[in-house]
């Protein structure tokens, strides 16, 4: 690759360079964007110009600290390698967003559901008078300009998220806000539910024969066949309920009967013993005092 490119630069042919802008080329105002371009390795010089004015820098990155209308526009980068300039990149266009506050509607027609191979179309509609339309897929590098945006073979790549932007012709790099979006769904493919037939081959070794075994998709059961399958249902969950409750009640009892079976704890009768004698105080104060009841002696 290097040997091509100086063979390139020695016949006066040198690559084109790129120019990105992240995150996006579509700017809302006061949001930042920056401008990069990228050339080979070991460049001499890089001049980054807005195109339909005077206005250029010998840098590859311009950066955009707040995006303005006066931002907004087309853009090109070229490279010099000593006395040879390369040709210019793509052109960038940085549009302003959000410059109108009325948004456009978005439709799809006819569903925003589809299978592969189907055929949508969708529609940027605004009661206001613009006569342009752009139409954005998220992810996508760039918007596509228009009114109508007929799929005719819808495949898994189309799905995602979509809106609309409306701007006059007079100023192209001054759009609206964005749409509401519109999420676009590719289904799966409907051939999946088709007849399909397996052959099955036996060999013998005198022997050769071929079974075929067409298979094709149930028929929709009639109402009378859902009723009995859930009425089976039903008895089911039923029985399944009833059994749970016996092994409940089937426990319970097992329970009360090994609690009746157990021995009552052996009870100790208490040792019945003669009271203690009553204390004779009183009879031995009476023996003492020879039978006086008041205990004092008297005089003749």
Not at 2 to 17: D, F, R, S
Not at 63 to 84: D, H, K, V, W
Request: include cysteine; glycine fraction near 8%; hydrophobic fraction near 30%.
């Amino acid at each position: 690759m290097c040997l091509g490119q100086v063979v390139e630069a020695q016949h006066g042919l040198l690559p084109k360079p790129s120019l990105q802008a992240r995150p996006s080329s579509l700017v809302p105002l006061r949001t930042p964007v920056t401008i990069h371009c990228r050339g080979p390795p070991d460049v001499d010089l890089y001049r980054l110009e807005k195109l339909r004015s005077n206005h250029y820098q010998d840098q590859p990155v311009l950066f955009i600290p707040s995006m303005e209308e006066r931002f907004a526009g087309c853009y090109r980068c070229t490279y010099q390698n000593g006395s040879l300039w390369s040709p210019p990149s793509d052109r960038l266009e940085l549009v302003a967003t959000g410059v109108y506050l009325n948004k456009p509607s978005i439709s799809v027609q006819p569903s925003p559901a589809v299978s592969p191979g189907g055929e949508v179309t969708l529609q940027c509609r605004s009661q206001f008078s613009f006569d342009q339309f752009a139409l954005y897929k998220e992810g996508d590098a760039g918007p596509q300009k228009g009114s109508d945006f007929p799929i005719t073979a819808v495949t898994a790549a189309h799905s995602g998220t979509y809106r609309c932007y409306s701007f006059s012709s007079k100023l192209p790099y001054l759009w609206s806000a964005p749409s509401d979006p519109l999420e676009l769904v590719v289904t799966e493919f409907p051939e999946a539910s088709r007849k399909w037939s397996i052959s099955l081959v036996n060999k013998s070794s005198t022997i050769k024969s071929s079974r075929t075994i067409n298979i094709s998709p149930k028929r929709p059961e009639s109402p009378t066949g859902l009723a009995q399958q859930y009425y089976t249902k039903g008895n089911l969950v039923r029985i399944c309920i009833g059994v749970v409750i016996l092994i409940l009640l089937v426990g319970l009892l097992a329970e009360d009967w090994h609690s009746r079976k157990k021995p009552l704890p052996y009870r100790v009768r208490p040792i019945r013993r003669p009271l203690p004698p009553l204390p004779q105080t009183q009879r031995q104060h009476s023996h003492q005092d020879g039978g006086r009841p008041g205990g004092h002696n008297h005089g003749p």
